[in-house]
């Protein structure tokens, strides 16, 4: 029997169906090597050399697919068809060379398959080839230079800006494009404008609507119509003046299907109609891929195979008739400007498999419907419609309108899916161009039924989803298919951005870091510079490019960058990106000409600042007398919430002070949030603040309110047992009860001013009942069983859903529903979490090195071997910068 090894169980699953018992098919469970986590792994002085190591997770796998190889001679390599796909292949086989697992005489083929379905595995096996080494040294020479800008550049983040955590080669360009939309929103200054709207009526009494285009014989321009009193004198002028049909034109039109999906477009379609984050668009795909549902999701390519075709124009001519049926195949040529793999679009590997026939999970059903449907579309008859322009003048020709108006004559590929919006929003009668307008006839009078002026104001450029800025970078020439899921996770899990209503929004850090970037390593996160290196990384994919001649050339500039960065201090740095950052952090304006001058005391400057944890915000240069701080610019809403008063007040313990002079009460926006102030810093006295806890609303806060919240704490009894008190207050982690050390925390933030002794015993007892251990929790589903035996099941915790396999307790990710997880992607994230458990496992090991030292006293220097190796072992670890980006 030959060993086939494919990177997950779930492939290895559906893969063995089709193979049958000649074949034993197992997982790798993706990468089994990688670079070590520490300075040094790659060397540029050594001719770049890597030095790789089999993850700890990975030994097992590597030992499961050795121990197959003792009696098979045969060894089948039938990893994913892209570049990662082929790096994987080679490591298995550089892995299993190296534990002699693979002998002179052990057979290796390589085989890719675009579709996991019996005819494409049974052809795949019947033409076997070598490991393509041009797709591998794409692949090395990409780590190696994600891996020297996270390991190289990152410590210098830290170093020179407080707080940051690391950068990369291509998510730094991506966060670039985040902040500068986010400068370009801030900057925007919206300008008014008006348009006249006239409802009008045929002498057969039909309405329909018209808008104003010509005024004073002139056409107009956007801005023509500036004011409240333009608009006025264009309605009078269509008031005072008749109204006629001048010109009545109507066109054939049609409108082509959109091409099958690729990589970006289907997450940007999945953004749009479902509200998928791309990752969770990308872990869908993959289990209707390693289903065999769907062709290999990570691609390019927009053409589909001719089988394909032909069996699309079966299914329309079967679903929906003849007419729907084009007279030729659509073909779509490639507009990316590479096609790195060739590999065709996205579509179903069965084109007949309606998505009503098939049961699957939510998230993969939602996606496997819009696939199919694009697909079939895509092979569809044009839409058809007539579209119709009314012109009405004025017999002077000082004033002229016009109506349009468009009706579907044939529905075409429409009849399935249209692009961007919903298939139930479809109406075949109307259209974004207008509906469909009455018999309309040149010559004929129209009667003015009702003239109404509408104020506009420009709009600010909209901020990106995830999907738009895929676009974006794909217009750009940035990123590749296989990278564009991880490139906007990574900037999210680093809180440089934040995802609020789908919406990317910079976070301070992230403001940070790209304006220090563009200041000082420039050249590394410009957008043309990025699209270029990405060309030539395509050409090393073709063979065209030298890798190690292509990490020369970044290496030389690279360094030499990193050098000129050796001697900058702190202030220098946070001095720089003040003057950058200064007009959108202090702009202008002629009510404020001086707005870096302090609000509070008038005397210090306004200046960028960082906290101990990075976070940046504008304080007083006049510093420690005065205490003034206010969030970065882009907040709005912290704009003008910041500094709000409320009112005027004075607190003394419980008790209000008489005899205590009222002070402003205030909302202000710090680092750390929103918090309530009592008056201001006075000489050496800080002034009395409280935050105001998560889920109690800022904006809703009244005197009364942020009083209460200022006397915290707050004693809600003595407790019947031991006359100690009960009290309510805020801390680090929140609203809470108290009792002696017994903390129980309050979910309603609003209970804190309001909690009663009767609830606040009910809690203190229920925190305290599970002080001495956890009931045993109930799980919300058993998965089933694990590939190594035990149960898998899902639980729901306190920092949400996680899957758990004996001792192995792995998070569910944000992006994937509780109720869609399945057994495969449990295992596949008890897998990535199972080594710091079997690290701390191996440590515990150590006493049996001790009973060895026991023997002699001459051999005591011989026990000091353990610990120093363990020493040796742990000190690199602890230099580690974090994780540089993988694509």
Same mark, same amino acid.
């Given at each position: ?829 008890? =897998?990535? &979490?199972?080594?710091? *458990? +079997?690290? #701390? @496992? /191996?440590?515990? $090991? %150590?006493?049996?090195?001790? !009973?060895? =030292?026991? &023997?002699?006293?001459? *051999? +005591?220097? #011989? @026990? /000091?071997?353990? $610990? %120093?190796?363990?020493?040796? !072992? ?14």
């Amino acid at each position: 029997m030959a060993v086939v090894v494919v990177e997950s169980p779930a492939k290895a699953k559906t893969i063995n169906k089709y193979l049958g018992p000649g074949y034993t098919v197992l997982a790798s469970y993706g990468h089994v090597r990688d670079l070590p986590p520490k300075d040094g792994s790659v060397d540029p002085e050594q001719n770049f050399e890597m030095k790789w190591e089999v993850a700890s997770d990975s030994a097992k796998h590597i030992r499961a697919i050795a121990e197959a190889l003792k009696d098979d001679s045969k060894l089948i390599l039938a990893t994913d068809p892209d570049r990662e796909g082929e790096a994987i292949s080679w490591h298995l086989l550089e892995a299993l060379t190296g534990r002699k697992a693979v002998k002179k005489d052990t057979a290796v083929e390589r085989v890719v398959f675009n579709a996991i379905t019996k005819s494409a595995v049974t052809s795949a096996m019947e033409n076997p080839r070598e490991i393509d080494m041009e797709l591998v040294d794409a692949y090395l020479a990409r780590r190696a230079l994600d891996y020297l800008v996270g390991f190289k550049l990152s410590p210098v983040l830290w170093r020179k800006l407080p707080g940051s955590r690391s950068a990369g080669r291509v998510q730094s360009v991506a966060l670039r494009l985040i902040v500068e939309r986010e400068m370009e929103i801030e900057a925007f200054r919206a300008r008014e404008y008006w348009t006249v709207k006239a409802i009008l009526a045929t002498p057969r009494g039909d309405t329909y609507e018209a808008r104003l285009v010509s005024l004073d014989a002139k056409k107009l321009d956007r801005y023509d119509l500036g004011d409240e009193a333009a608009a006025s004198r264009a309605v009078a002028a269509i008031e005072a003046r008749d109204l006629s049909v001048s010109a009545v034109e109507s066109k054939p039109a049609t409108r082509n299907p959109a091409a099958p999906f690729m990589t970006s477009t289907l997450q940007q379609e999945a953004s749009r109609k479902f509200g998928f984050g791309a990752r969770q668009t990308m872990n869908a795909a993959q289990r209707l891929y390693e289903a065999g549902y769907i062709t290999y999701m990570r691609t390019d390519g927009i053409d589909m195979a001719p089988e394909a075709v032909m069996s699309a124009r079966d299914v329309i001519k079967n679903r929906y008739g003849e007419a729907y049926v084009p007279k030729s195949p659509r073909m779509y040529k490639n507009k990316a400007k590479n096609a790195q793999e060739a590999h065709e679009c996205i579509r179903p590997t069965d084109m007949a498999a309606h998505p009503d026939t098939l049961r699957l999970e939510s998230d993969q059903w939602k996606l496997y419907d819009l696939v199919w449907k694009r697909s079939v579309a895509s092979q569809m008859e044009a839409a058809r419609f007539e579209r119709t322009t009314i012109d009405i003048s004025s017999p002077d020709g000082q004033v002229g309108l016009r109506a349009t108006g468009q009706v579907v004559t044939f529905d075409g590929f429409l009849k399935v899916y249209t692009e961007g919006r919903d298939d139930d929003d479809i109406t075949l009668s109307d259209d974004d161009e207008g509906g469909r307008l009455p018999q309309i006839i040149s010559g004929e009078s129209a009667e003015k039924r009702q003239i109404t002026p509408d104020q506009h104001f420009t709009q600010p450029p909209p901020r990106y989803t995830e999907a738009t800025l895929v676009k974006r970078m794909e217009e750009l020439g940035i990123g590749r298919p296989s990278t564009y899921a991880s490139i906007v996770s990574t900037i999210q899990e680093r809180e440089y951005v934040r995802k609020d209503k789908n919406r990317l929004f910079p976070e301070d850090k992230g403001r940070l870091v790209t304006a220090f970037l563009a200041n000082y390593f420039g050249r590394y996160v410009d957008y043309d510079f990025t699209a270029d290196l990405e060309t030539d990384l395509d050409r090393v994919t073709t063979g065209e490019e030298d890798w190690k001649a292509l990490l020369a050339r970044f290496w030389a500039h690279f360094s030499a960058a990193l050098g000129e960065t050796e001697g900058l201090r702190i202030t220098e740095v946070l001095d720089k990106i003040n003057e950058v950052l200064e007009p959108h952090l202090f702009p202008k304006t002629p009510e404020d000409p001086e707005p870096r001058r302090c609000k509070v005391c008038g005397l210090g400057l306004l200046s960028l600042k960082t906290s101990r944890n990075g976070s940046a915000f504008i304080g007083c240069s006049n510093y420690p007398e005065c205490r003034y701080t206010r969030p970065l610019a882009g907040d709005a809403e912290g704009s003008a919430l910041d500094g709000k008063v409320l009112g005027q007040g004075t607190i003394g313990g419980a008790v209000l002070e008489a005899d205590a002079e009222p002070q402003d009460v205030t909302i202000r926006k710090g680092p750390y949030g929103y918090y309530v102030q009592l008056g201001e810093a006075k000489d050496d006295t800080k002034p009395r603040r409280t935050s105001i806890p998560k889920g109690m609303d800022p904006d809703a806060l009244d005197l009364e309110r942020a009083l209460a919240l200022l006397s915290l704490p707050r004693e809600v009894g003595i407790h019947p047992e031991d006359g100690q008190p009960v009290e309510a207050s805020i801390g680090r982690f929140g609203p809470y009860v108290k009792h002696g050390k017994t903390y129980a925390n309050l979910k309603d933030p609003e209970e804190v001013l309001t909690i009663g002794m009767n609830r606040a015993m009910e809690l203190i007892a229920q925190k305290a009942a599970r002080g001495s251990g956890r009931a045993a929790v109930k799980p919300l589903r058993v998965l089933g069983e694990h590939p190594d035996g035990g149960e898998v099941a899902l639980y729901e915790g306190r920092y949400g859903p996680y899957v758990k396999w004996e001792k192995v307790n792995a998070t569910v990710p944000k992006e994937i529903e509780p109720e869609a997880v399945t057994l495969e992607q449990a295992v596949e994230l008890i =897998a990535a &979490k199972a080594p710091k *458990k +079997k690290t #701390a @496992a /191996k440590r515990k $090991a %150590a006493p049996k090195a001790k !009973t060895a =030292a026991k &023997k002699p006293a001459a *051999k +005591k220097p #011989a @026990a /000091k071997k353990p $610990a %120093a190796k363990k020493s040796a !072992t742990k000190t690199p670890a602890a230099e580690t910068p974090a994780d540089p980006e993988t694509e």
